[in-house]
């Protein structure tokens, strides 16, 4: 009993709250910025999986269509690890586990890759396992560290609203250096030109990545507040809702639009081993189908129904209503996300057949995102927000959110813009530079430079800025502390619908808009097909955004008091 004690006082981990002291941005928040960094760092390089893809042979849409499913495996897993965060183990060892199993798992791609091995079936292996760690790591190292900030107390809640922006701007200063750098040199573009072995010794470098970003977090583990284990917070989600929708059919209705979501996954699962084109064409239809529902029935009262029933606490049924508030923006983001997974899959079949002489390689074009992201983050939080607020018209969160959601939709007018110029610029007499083998270098380059790639990858940051950035601190700030893990789980589903439907866009256009020869296919008209879905989800954006009512008063995203 007294080594309980004991321990108790060494650490804040059965503190009712966090009692730091303090500028505890910098004293706390700088460790999980540096954490991330590394973790993201290591991470980033899975956006060359569909480049590294095609080096093995795969063709471009295949190679693609692997990747977007990568991306919905690793959210997925952030469900279910935040679920045993919350729930099971509490989040600060779940934290340590899910790095342990990124590097296990970059561990794997890097053998796999090695030229001796070079083992397909292997990579797959590493590549379950790494989207396992990766998706713990997110979501659960962000809302630890919100956790340290007492709200409280103005100056801590103040800093928590930026420490979510901040971590996203070391997220993105990971991502540039990854694929500036890492990726650059995995393509053999520094150092020797041979790429398989440059790939194995940038996978061994993310793997060593995972491994500094865990010892950081052991080593202000002592320091840390480690919020209890909250119970089962989404069983109980799952459990009010089961119940109230088997005796509500508006409730039923909303249920089944999240339900197909999985169906649309099995499907796009299924179609990476079963090649036919109705299998994804049902797909697309029950992705969009589930996100009318869970858009237009947004109404929560239906979870009322629980209380009927002793098997609820009032708070359970509070809990439910709060996540179930948040649900249609789920499903808005889903399209923004099907918008940036353009950045691992069809922007880089594009750059690869662009003029990459004297300039950037297919692989850095994520760089120029993230470049972007890290420029103008700064710019907002210190002159754009502040000088609207000045003029009397202060940003709300949704606000933000709907900038951001129409950026993306012309993010992609303008990407298929600069595809139609590509297609009528003459070629080159280079191949395509994303191949390795000569048997698979068969499609050729054009003459348009890949820098005409630019403002469409500008244009994405600054739509994540206002719309990613805001998500997650709106998916903190909207639910009950305990449920907090859950809904961050959630906002990643929303990427795994994204590229669920992405992955099946693809694979419905392979063949026709998407050819192994972009020079002889039309993906301008699969960037407009994205982009007019982009702006319906825009327009009903803002029907119903208009509707809804803060759980609190947003903050205005002013610049932070260091006093």
Same mark, same amino acid.
């Given at each position: 009993?007294?080594?309980?004690?004991?321990?108790?006082? +060494? %650490?804040? $981990?059965d503190?009712?709250?966090?009692?730091?002291?303090g500028?505890?941005?910098?004293?706390?928040?700088?460790?999980?910025?540096l954490?991330?960094?590394?973790?993201?760092?290591?991470?980033?390089?899975?956006?060359?999986?569909?480049?590294?893809?095609?080096?093995?042979?795969?063709?471009?849409?295949?190679?693609?269509?692997?990747? =977007?499913?990568?991306?919905?495996?690793?959210?997925?897993?952030?469900?279910?690890?935040?679920?045993?965060?919350?729930?099971?183990?509490?989040?600060?060892?779940?934290?340590?586990?899910?790095?342990?199993?990124?590097?296990i798992?970059?561990?794997?791609?890097?053998?796999?890759s090695?030229i001796?091995?070079?083992?397909?079936?292997?990579?797959?292996?590493?590549?379950?396992?790494?989207?396992?760690?990766?998706?713990?790591?997110?979501?659960?190292?962000?809302?630890?560290?919100?956790?340290?900030?007492?709200?409280? +107390?103005?100056?801590?809640?103040?800093? =928590?609203?930026?420490?979510? =922006?901040?971590?996203?701007?070391?997220?993105?200063?990971?991502?540039?250096?990854?694929?500036?750098?890492?990726?650059?040199y995995?393509? &053999?573009?520094?150092?020797?030109?041979?790429?398989?072995?440059?790939?194995?010794?940038? /996978?061994?470098? %993310?793997?060593?990545?995972?491994?500094?970003?865990?010892?950081?977090?052991?080593?202000?583990?002592?320091?840390?507040?480690?919020?209890?284990?909250?119970?089962? $917070?989404?069983?109980?989600?799952?459990?009010?809702?089961?119940?109230?929708?088997?005796?509500?059919?508006?409730?039923?209705?909303?249920?089944?639009?999240?339900?197909?979501?999985?169906?649309?996954?099995?499907?796009?699962?299924?179609?990476?081993?079963?090649?036919?084109?109705? !299998?994804?064409?049902?797909?697309?239809?029950?992705?969009?189908?589930?996100?009318?529902?869970?858009?237009?029935?947004?109404?929560?009262?239906?979870?009322?129904?629980?209380?009927?029933?002793?098997? /609820?606490?009032?708070?359970?049924?509070?809990?439910?209503?709060?996540? @179930?508030?948040? @649900?249609?923006?789920? $499903?808005?983001?889903?399209?923004?996300?099907?918008?940036?997974?353009?950045? #691992?899959?069809?922007?880089?079949?594009?750059?690869?057949?662009?003029?990459?002489?004297? #300039?950037?390689?297919?692989?850095?074009?994520?760089?120029?995102?993230?470049?972007?992201i890290?420029?103008?983050?700064?710019?907002?939080?210190?002159?754009v927000?502040?000088?609207?607020?000045?003029?009397?018209?202060?940003?709300?969160?949704?606000?933000?959110?709907?900038?951001?959601?129409?950026?993306?939709?012309?993010?992609?007018?303008?990407? &298929?813009?600069?595809?139609?110029?590509?297609?009528?610029?003459?070629? #080159?007499?280079?191949?395509?530079?994303?191949?390795?083998?000569?048997?698979?270098?068969?499609?050729?380059?054009?003459?348009? %430079?890949?820098?005409? $790639?630019?403002? =469409?990858?500008?244009?994405?940051g600054?739509?994540?800025?206002?719309?990613? !950035?805001?998500?997650? +601190?709106?998916y903190?700030?909207?639910?009950?502390?305990?449920?907090?893990?859950?809904?961050?789980?959630?906002?990643?589903?929303? !990427?795994?619908?994204?590229?669920?439907?992405?992955?099946?866009?693809?694979?419905?256009?392979?063949g026709?808009?998407?050819?192994?020869?972009?020079?002889t296919?039309?993906? +301008?008209?699969?960037?407009?097909?994205? /982009?007019?879905?982009?702006?319906?989800?825009?327009?009903?954006?803002?029907?119903v955004?208009r509707?809804?009512?803060?759980?609190?008063?947003?903050?205005?995203?002013?610049?932070?008091?260091?006093?």
């Amino acid at each position: 009993m007294e080594d309980i004690e004991t321990k108790s006082k +060494d %650490s804040l $981990a059965d503190a009712k709250g966090p009692h730091h002291k303090g500028n505890v941005l910098l004293s706390i928040g700088l460790y999980f910025f540096l954490s991330y960094f590394f973790e993201r760092l290591g991470f980033f390089l899975v956006l060359s999986f569909t480049v590294y893809l095609k080096l093995l042979g795969y063709e471009g849409a295949r190679a693609a269509q692997f990747s =977007q499913f990568f991306w919905t495996l690793t959210s997925l897993a952030s469900l279910l690890l935040s679920y045993l965060a919350d729930s099971v183990f509490g989040r600060f060892p779940v934290l340590l586990g899910s790095l342990f199993i990124g590097t296990i798992g970059f561990g794997l791609i890097s053998l796999s890759s090695h030229i001796n091995i070079s083992s397909a079936i292997l990579f797959f292996i590493g590549s379950v396992i790494l989207a396992l760690g990766a998706g713990g790591a997110r979501p659960v190292l962000t809302v630890l560290g919100a956790d340290q900030f007492n709200i409280k +107390d103005k100056r801590q809640a103040v800093h =928590q609203k930026h420490y979510f =922006q901040y971590l996203y701007l070391f997220a993105n200063i990971a991502a540039a250096l990854s694929s500036g750098l890492i990726a650059f040199y995995a393509n &053999g573009e520094i150092g020797p030109p041979t790429k398989r072995a440059n790939y194995f010794n940038s /996978f061994v470098m %993310s793997s060593a990545f995972y491994a500094v970003s865990l010892i950081i977090i052991l080593l202000v583990s002592r320091k840390l507040y480690k919020p209890e284990r909250s119970g089962s $917070a989404l069983t109980n989600f799952i459990r009010v809702c089961y119940y109230s929708a088997c005796r509500n059919i508006y409730g039923f209705f909303v249920c089944l639009g999240f339900i197909l979501q999985f169906v649309s996954l099995g499907l796009s699962l299924v179609s990476l081993f079963v090649s036919h084109l109705a !299998i994804n064409g049902i797909a697309l239809a029950f992705s969009f189908l589930g996100l009318a529902f869970m858009i237009f029935l947004n109404d929560n009262g239906w979870v009322r129904t629980a209380s009927n029933s002793d098997r /609820f606490s009032d708070q359970f049924i509070a809990d439910s209503m709060a996540l @179930l508030k948040i @649900l249609p923006y789920i $499903a808005f983001a889903a399209m923004f996300w099907c918008v940036y997974t353009q950045m #691992s899959s069809t922007f880089l079949l594009q750059g690869c057949q662009m003029n990459t002489m004297n #300039s950037l390689k297919a692989t850095q074009l994520p760089m120029i995102n993230s470049v972007a992201i890290i420029i103008f983050v700064p710019i907002f939080n210190s002159l754009v927000y502040p000088f609207l607020e000045r003029k009397g018209y202060p940003t709300s969160p949704l606000q933000r959110i709907g900038a951001g959601l129409l950026l993306a939709s012309l993010t992609m007018l303008v990407s &298929g813009i600069v595809e139609v110029y590509r297609l009528r610029s003459p070629p #080159s007499i280079n191949k395509e530079s994303c191949s390795d083998l000569e048997e698979f270098k068969k499609t050729f380059e054009s003459s348009m %430079s890949i820098l005409a $790639a630019l403002p =469409q990858l500008v244009l994405g940051g600054l739509s994540e800025i206002l719309a990613a !950035i805001t998500f997650s +601190d709106f998916y903190y700030v909207e639910v009950p502390e305990n449920v907090r893990s859950v809904s961050q789980a959630l906002s990643l589903l929303a !990427i795994s619908f994204g590229a669920v439907i992405n992955s099946n866009l693809i694979k419905v256009s392979e063949g026709t808009l998407i050819k192994d020869d972009l020079n002889t296919g039309n993906l +301008d008209t699969f960037f407009f097909i994205i /982009f007019g879905l982009g702006m319906l989800n825009f327009l009903i954006f803002i029907m119903v955004s208009r509707r809804y009512v803060y759980t609190s008063p947003p903050l205005a995203p002013a610049k932070i008091n260091e006093k």
